[in-house]
């Protein structure tokens, strides 16, 4: 059991867009944020990249799975190793496969293993709970969002756009007490994000990512591909919803025949698209969107959220928060949660019946 009282937790996060482990000390209660501590980053190697990729998905009696796990595992175990002081480690893994309704979702990585590894706590598999229940298992960040928008102060509804390998939104409303009463929090996935643009750049030019947006700033979106992903169904799907990272695939192969300017331009129109169309989901309009991940320094992706969404749009810097670190932060902040035994998902955030604490904790 956890001592009484704020508690510094350590979390990490690898998202889908394979850039590499992002880890973050956080010191809380389980409700509020008291404080921010260190962060570290470790890149993947260009191997681990592939190795990771190709596990894309598997699911946990696949072939091969054991192996990208090990890559997982030693990746993370390599950057947590780094910190001290932490007194519970939140392991969110690498998302392979992900079919809530169907066979349900997969994270990589063991935390009992690292839990052996770092001598500490470590709380992991956050969605199978609430996908069990009827969930959709993601996106989980929301009510670390809710924390985030009482910690600076917020008065009224905004919302926090993720931009991973996939696009998230939060709607959040701090004027209520606790993220998990009904109507605080709405969250879904909005569509691809960074994912089909980094596989194009690595595809065609062996670069991990479009840096800053600069060759699709070179290209001219295609209007045609674009209408045809905006008439996707999902779009008209109500929230709580999500995805998986290989749903849009067929937005690749549209844009399999164009430039690399204008292919890069066009997947890129249609992650800041995606994030205009979840927006007419939201319960009341927003003054402010807040980005994070690494979408935000993409000037192209931006400069078409300014001009769509009709509010203030800024990467999360701009409130004091650390964009790159904003997940990890989320994960040892859903960890202690968990640890407390409150809800990581409700309703609003996931779909799922009733609100959940997910996860699971294993100890050295």
Same mark, same amino acid.
Request: glycine share 14%; charged share 15%; proline share 5%.
């Given at each position: 059991?956890?001592?009484?009282?704020? !508690?510094?937790?350590?979390?990490?996060?690898?998202?889908? /867009?394979?850039?590499?482990?992002?880890?973050?000390?956080?010191?809380?209660?389980?409700?509020?944020?008291?404080?921010? $501590?260190?962060?570290?980053?470790?890149? @993947?190697?260009?191997?681990?990249?592939?190795? %990771?990729?190709?596990?894309?998905?598997?699911?946990?009696?696949?072939?091969? !799975?054991?192996? !990208?796990? =090990?890559?997982? =595992?030693?990746?993370?175990?390599?950057?947590?190793?780094?910190?001290?002081? &932490?007194?519970?480690?939140?392991?969110?893994?690498?998302?392979?496969?992900?079919?809530?309704?169907?066979?349900?979702?997969?994270?990589?990585?063991?935390?009992?293993?690292?839990?052996?590894?770092? $001598?500490?706590?470590?709380?992991?598999?956050?969605?199978?709970?609430?996908?069990?229940?009827?969930?959709?298992?993601?996106?989980?960040?929301?009510?670390?969002?809710?924390?985030?928008?009482?910690?600076?102060?917020?008065?009224?509804?905004?919302?926090?756009?993720?931009?991973?390998?996939?696009?998230?939104?939060?709607?959040?409303?701090?004027?209520?007490?606790?993220?998990?009463?009904?109507?605080?929090?709405?969250?879904?996935?909005?569509?691809?994000?960074?994912?089909?643009?980094?596989?194009?750049?690595? &595809?065609?030019?062996?670069?991990?990512?479009?840096?800053?947006?600069?060759?699709? &700033? /070179? $290209?001219?979106?295609?209007?045609? %591909?674009?209408?045809?992903?905006?008439?996707?169904? @999902?779009?008209?799907?109500?929230?709580?919803? /999500?995805?998986?990272?290989?749903?849009?695939?067929?937005?690749?192969?549209? +844009?399999?025949?164009? /430039?690399?300017?204008?292919?890069? &331009?066009?997947?890129?129109?249609?992650?800041?698209?995606? !994030?205009?169309?979840?927006?007419?989901?939201?319960?009341?309009? +927003?003054?402010?969107?807040?980005?994070? #991940?690494?979408?935000?320094?993409? *000037?192209?992706?931006?400069?078409?959220?300014?001009?769509?969404?009709?509010?203030?749009?800024?990467?999360?810097?701009?409130? $004091?928060?650390?964009?790159?670190?904003?997940?990890?932060?989320?994960?040892? @902040?859903? *960890?202690?949660?968990?640890?407390?035994?409150?809800?990581?998902?409700?309703?609003?955030?996931?779909?799922?019946?009733?609100?959940? #604490?997910?996860?699971?904790?294993?100890?050295?």
């Amino acid at each position: 059991m956890l001592k009484a009282g704020p !508690v510094w937790a350590l979390g990490a996060m690898s998202g889908t /867009s394979l850039d590499g482990v992002d880890a973050a000390m956080v010191l809380t209660d389980g409700q509020n944020l008291l404080e921010f $501590g260190h962060t570290a980053y470790r890149e @993947y190697t260009p191997a681990q990249r592939e190795a %990771i990729r190709a596990g894309f998905g598997l699911w946990q009696d696949d072939s091969g !799975v054991e192996d !990208v796990a =090990e890559v997982v =595992e030693a990746a993370h175990a390599a950057v947590l190793g780094l910190f001290d002081g &932490a007194e519970l480690v939140g392991f969110h893994g690498q998302t392979l496969a992900h079919d809530p309704g169907g066979r349900g979702t997969h994270q990589a990585g063991s935390g009992a293993v690292l839990a052996q590894v770092l $001598g500490l706590p470590v709380v992991w598999d956050f969605r199978t709970a609430d996908v069990e229940m009827g969930g959709q298992g993601a996106p989980l960040a929301p009510f670390f969002h809710f924390a985030c928008a009482k910690y600076i102060g917020a008065d009224a509804p905004l919302a926090f756009l993720n931009l991973g390998g996939v696009g998230n939104l939060t709607w959040v409303d701090p004027r209520f007490a606790k993220a998990e009463e009904a109507g605080v929090c709405v969250a879904f996935d909005t569509g691809p994000a960074n994912a089909p643009i980094n596989d194009l750049m690595q &595809a065609r030019l062996g670069l991990d990512c479009d840096k800053g947006g600069a060759l699709a &700033a /070179s $290209g001219v979106p295609d209007a045609g %591909i674009l209408d045809r992903f905006l008439a996707h169904p @999902y779009f008209l799907k109500m929230p709580p919803k /999500s995805l998986d990272r290989n749903d849009f695939d067929s937005l690749s192969d549209a +844009v399999a025949g164009l /430039s690399d300017a204008d292919a890069a &331009a066009t997947l890129t129109a249609a992650a800041a698209a995606a !994030v205009a169309k979840g927006a007419e989901h939201f319960p009341a309009p +927003v003054s402010r969107l807040l980005v994070t #991940g690494g979408g935000r320094h993409n *000037a192209v992706i931006m400069a078409a959220l300014g001009q769509l969404m009709g509010c203030d749009v800024a990467p999360v810097e701009a409130v $004091g928060l650390d964009g790159d670190m904003l997940e990890a932060q989320a994960f040892a @902040y859903l *960890a202690v949660r968990v640890a407390m035994g409150l809800p990581t998902s409700g309703p609003g955030t996931t779909g799922v019946r009733a609100t959940i #604490g997910g996860g699971q904790i294993s100890r050295p």
